[in-house]
């Protein structure tokens, strides 16, 4: 069975959140997993479910995180991309890389696109044009954010003789596989590499593009350890998460509700209006109006 090397990020933060409801076509949430972006100050960022889709409204600079939560009693690997860019090595995305470590009824915080063990790039929304995989040269995939996850594999409990003999075997195999599988991670990575020849070329449109997209931030601390994680399913992914984003501008040219409809009051209301349409005003009175008390018959007693 083939094995990975997984990235555990040593802060964790342990959720306990009831699993939420699967939507239909793309999911944010399918009851067992869920992904959602985080604000600078630890809130969920503001989302709407549109057609199958969970969108999330951003601002142009400002800066989110990817939190993915684990509602299962098993660890799951989970892979990242950000506009079509794997989160930890900045190329092409694929569910067959290497992912982040989640532990059972628990969650992670993903801060940016990782440039060392160490650090990261902070994730910040930013124009089409200034983000990373424009800069890349492919922003075909700008808009949306994707998780492949992994459950790791069960291996029952082995006795004590086989248990002693696999030690033995690990002890004298080479240890040069994790160096030759770990993704090249400099410790001077700071800002993104040129864009390969012909993928410049083939997306000159970036430019043109309104919206949002995210940008290689700031470097910011974010320790990183790698550890051993055997998939269940090494080619095939247990769930893909997705969420897409936009600026304002962007989801109410899709005709997503982002603000809740004005109350009005009922003589506003065109068919209030209408089935309260008199046919004649009601005139001024130009009389006296006389008391309650009054008697018009008393002149009649003489």
Not at 11 to 35: H, I, K, N, W
Not at 78 to 93: N, Q, T, Y
Not at 179 to 192: D, E, I, L, V, Y
Not at 211 to 227: C, H, I, K, S
Request: aromatic fraction near 8%; hydrophobic fraction near 35%; proline fraction near 9%.
């Amino acid at each position: 069975m083939l094995k990975s090397l997984a990235f555990v990020m040593l802060l964790t933060v342990a959720a306990c959140a009831a699993p939420q409801p699967a939507l239909a076509g793309e999911r944010a949430a399918d009851g067992g997993y869920e992904v959602e972006l985080i604000g600078e100050h630890g809130q969920s960022l503001r989302t709407f479910d549109f057609r199958g889709r969970t969108w999330v409204m951003g601002r142009e600079g400002e800066r989110y995180r990817i939190r993915v939560t684990n509602h299962s009693s098993r660890r799951i690997e989970a892979v990242i991309s950000v506009d079509g860019r794997d989160a930890i090595d900045g190329k092409p995305g694929r569910a067959d890389k290497p992912g982040y470590l989640v532990q059972p009824w628990g969650s992670v915080t993903i801060e940016g696109f990782r440039v060392s063990m160490q650090d990261v790039a902070t994730f910040r929304f930013a124009s089409v044009p200034d983000s990373y995989a424009a800069q890349m040269g492919s922003a075909r995939d700008v808009g949306v954010v994707g998780v492949a996850v992994f459950q790791e594999r069960y291996v029952p409990p082995q006795p004590a003789e086989y248990r002693h003999r696999e030690q033995s075997e690990e002890r004298g195999a080479p240890r040069d596989e994790a160096k030759k599988s770990a993704p090249s991670t400099s410790a001077g990575a700071g800002a993104p590499a040129a864009a390969p020849r012909g993928e410049a070329a083939g997306d000159r449109r970036a430019a043109d593009r309104p919206g949002l997209g995210t940008q290689f931030g700031e470097r910011r601390n974010a320790p990183a350890v790698q550890v051993q994680f055997e998939r269940a399913r090494p080619n095939r992914p247990d769930s893909i998460l997705a969420l897409r984003y936009n600026d304002r501008q962007g989801l109410v040219s899709m005709g997503i509700q982002v603000d809740p409809p004005r109350p009005q009051h009922p003589w506003h209301d065109e068919q209030y209006r209408r089935e309260t349409a008199r046919p004649f005003v009601d005139q001024p009175r130009t009389f006296a109006q006389p008391p309650s008390n009054w008697d018009d018959c008393q002149p009649c007693d003489e």
